[in-house]
């Protein structure tokens, strides 16, 4: 074969090998953008609630979020589960290790000015299929933003005013060892709560979203489960004797949700406070955490009580007899589409109250969950119809079913603390 042949072959062999390889790029590219596209669309669709969560350094904020995730990765111990992205889930787990290994250290402390924001997506698991029913946007801050002074300017500041004025409801975090340490007559443990209960309770006291007070480090302040809400009552007791927060307790109280909810990231006996004060580990031990699924998962019903307690009754009237007439109507849609078939001025209504209320968001498809959620007292009659469209229109069943199997949980969730608890309820 001439030479002039084999040098024209490979340079059309070249030739292919780089638009092939050219083209390869730009599917991949493709891909990535239409992925990144139906994942920003997705998110978008799914209802999503702001949540802030404030505490002071050693608090214990990472070790309970890694709990609670450890915990609610799976639907192990819930009727829902909770994913991450695969980096934020990589943080978290790797915190839990290290606050579940006797052997080894607590997490680092978040320093001052640290922020870290945790997108949770709340999925229901039905017969195999996994339907995602909500997010849960969790932005964590260091509570010394707001305690001590910043060097380089006020900006780290005014972002966390800022996102807490836009947030749908607010985790404050308590440390734990500084309430024992007040309930000794230590001190250290007065200056801290003082300080912090007058910077967080001046920060929400206009607000009029659910506030949740967590008691961190349980395990340290409570001797048994039988001892509990006798000690949550003590806790509860000593917390209304500072007057930021008893002011807040008696000023919004009526008008929003308020809760006290104590937690334990790693249970009883798993951690001590040593003769120089400091809380270690026991070598022997290994974790239980306690209650640490409930800060989240009651967030959602309180936000949904907040939100119908922004409407006027007439309009709530109206909207349950609209429910109530399409359900007898046996409408295949209605159940899957709650609030998007509902007549438009009722639906109108619905969306013009939401509009005002910070931290929430999803459209329509917020409307439907909400609507399902409020519309509780007809669980029967809808329930009854869902079984009969079962056959008839599986895919709105499916959706529809997914969702109440979540709400339902949630609202579990809200029973357990309230009937275990009473003195969780400010």
């Known amino acids: 074969m001439p030479l002039f042949v084999v040098f024209l072959i490979l340079v059309v062999i070249v030739v292919i090998a780089v638009v092939w390889r050219r083209l390869a790029v730009q ?3 493709a891909l990535a953008a239409r992925t990144e596209l139906s994942e920003i669309a997705r998110q978008e669709l799914l ?4 949540v802030v969560a404030l505490g002071a350094s050693g608090a214990g904020k990472t070790a309970l979020l890694a709990s609670m995730f450890h915990r609610l990765q799976t639907p192990a111990y819930t009727d829902y589960y909770l994913k991450l992205p695969h980096d934020q889930m990589t943080v978290l787990n790797r915190a839990y290790r290290r606050v579940s290994d006797p052997a080894g250290g607590w997490p680092d402390s978040t320093r001052t000015g640290e922020t870290r924001e945790f997108t949770f997506t709340c999925i229901a698991h039905v017969d195999g299929d996994h339907h995602e029913v909500a997010q849960i946007n969790y932005l964590e801050y260091a509570g010394e933003l707001l305690t001590e002074e910043q060097e380089g300017g006020a900006s780290e500041q005014r972002a966390l005013v800022e996102y807490v004025d836009s947030a749908a409801a607010v985790l404050i975090l308590l440390d734990g060892f500084r309430i024992k340490q007040l309930l000794e007559d230590s001190p250290d443990g007065a200056l801290h709560l003082e300080s912090a209960l007058t910077a967080y309770v001046n920060l ?6 659910p506030v949740h007070f967590v008691i961190t480090k ?3 302040l409570s001797e ?3 001892h509990d809400d006798q000690r949550l009552r003590m806790v509860r007791d000593l917390l209304l004797s500072y007057p930021a927060f008893a002011s807040l307790v008696r000023a919004k109280s009526r008008q929003r949700v308020v809760r006290l909810i104590p937690v334990s990231a790693v249970g009883r006996g798993f951690a001590r406070v040593d003769e120089n004060g400091h809380v270690v580990k026991n070598l022997d031990s290994r974790v239980r955490p306690a209650y640490v ?3 989240l998962s009651v967030v959602i019903p309180d936000v949904f009580h907040q939100l119908s307690h922004t409407l006027e009754q007439t ?4 909207m349950f007899a609209e429910v109530e007439d399409r359900i007898k109507l046996d409408s295949r849609d209605f159940l899957a589409h709650m609030g998007q078939r509902l007549s438009q001025p009722t639906a109108r209504a619905l969306r013009a109250a939401f509009s005002v209320v910070p931290g929430v ?3 329509d498809q917020l409307l439907d969950l909400w609507v399902q959620w409020s519309s509780r007292p007809l669980a029967e009659r809808r329930d009854n119809l869902l079984s009969q469209l079962g056959a008839a229109n599986k895919e709105a069943a499916l959706i529809y079913g997914s969702r109440q199997r979540v709400l339902d949980e949630f609202q579990r969730q809200v029973s357990i603390l309230e009937a275990k608890f009473p003195a969780s309820r400010l």
């Open 315 to 318: 309009a709530k009237e109206k």
């Open 361 to 363: 968001s999803g459209g």
């Open 47 to 50: 209802p999503t609630v702001k």
């Open 293 to 295: 699924e409930l800060p």
């Open 27 to 29: 599917r991949t590219e």
């Open 218 to 220: 349980w395990d340290l």
């Open 204 to 209: 929400i006291f206009a607000k009029t979203y």
């Open 224 to 226: 048994s489960e039988e």
